[in-house]
């Protein structure tokens, strides 16, 4: 365990700080790293609260927040919630309690993409429990697109422990898919022509989706997110490194054994750190309205 004075010795401030529930938002780290070689990264995976998906609205705000304020203390340049549940359900709270940090979800950029390549107007949705009960994503679709826009969202609890497992393809993991994929491989949402992977866990498992449902677009809001930062930071490369930090809340080595894979590279310089507990309420926090 590493405390947290002996983090701040050698990781300066990141050009990006990302967190996630677990290993999923490495492949938004992925994408980035793409798009920005240079760059300072530090990644926080809170591995030991997996999953958020399932938790109240009151305790992924309040997750969230602790793990904003552990990476606000490395004064990162742009704070990335890599992790749809807290982008769709936390993210107007992490803004207004952090207003000197800039922080970015995941939802728009997926949202757009989507409204860009849809043919139908008939979008489909997979994520968690707490994505898909959020309303997020039917809300800002709506609200780009549109009162005629249609969205399906459909709840795939199981697909972000199958993927932190590395069960990624074959005869089990298609069974799984092929049971939340039911709406559109039988044809009782025919118009849905784009689906968007409304958790960061799910790009692995695109491959298989793809060959289950071969006529759908699938967006991938990590890479549309980079892409976008890309095109906001186009100009002189900043000061940077090279360097990617790793903190996990727990499983440090299963996270350097699985996050390979989905980072597309060896995950290094991986330290496990305690989260700092913090007060929160929810009903105070948004005036009483939930």
């Keep these: 365990m590493v405390e ?58 309040r997750f969230a927040i602790e793990d904003a304020d552990l990476l606000a203390g490395f004064r990162p340049g742009t704070l990335v919630a890599a992790c749809f549940t807290v ?9 207004s309690r952090f207003p000197a940090l800039r922080i970015v979800g995941m939802v728009e950029a997926g949202a757009r993409a989507a409204l860009a390549q849809t043919r139908t107007g008939h979008i489909g949705v997979l994520g968690t429990e707490g994505t898909i009960r959020s309303g997020a994503y039917p809300g800002i679709l709506n609200k780009i697109g549109g009162s005629q826009m249609r969205v399906e969202g459909v709840a795939c609890p199981l697909f972000a422990p199958m993927v932190e497992e590395g069960w990624i393809d074959g005869e089990i993991p298609e069974r799984i898919a092929r049971e939340y994929l039911a709406p559109f491989v039988e044809g009782r949402l025919p118009e849905v022509d784009t689906i968007i992977l409304g958790c960061t866990h799910y790009p692995p498992l695109l491959p298989m989706l793809r060959r289950i449902l071969p006529g759908i677009s699938f967006v991938d809001p990590g890479l549309e997110l980079a892409q976008a930062e890309f095109l906001r930071y186009l100009g002189p490369p900043r000061p940077g490194t090279g360097r990617i930090s790793f903190l996990v809340t727990d499983g440090r080595e299963r996270f350097r054994r699985v996050g390979q894979h989905l980072l597309g590279r060896p995950v290094e310089d991986v330290r496990e750190t305690v989260v700092p507990a913090r007060e929160f309420s929810l009903v105070s926090s948004i005036g009483g309205h939930l």
Excluded: N
Excluded at 32 to 49: I, K, Q, S, T, V
Excluded at 87 to 95: E, I, K, N, Y
């Design 4 to 61: 947290d004075g002996d983090l701040w010795k050698d990781i300066g401030a990141p050009g990006f700080a990302l967190f996630d529930s677990g290993m999923g938002g490495l492949s938004v780290l992925r994408h980035f790293l793409e798009l920005f070689p240079g760059e300072d990264f530090l990644y926080l995976g809170d591995m030991a609260r997996f999953p958020y998906g399932t938790k109240s609205r009151e305790t992924i705000c």
């Design 87 to 95: 982008s769709s359900q936390a993210l107007d709270v992490l803004v």
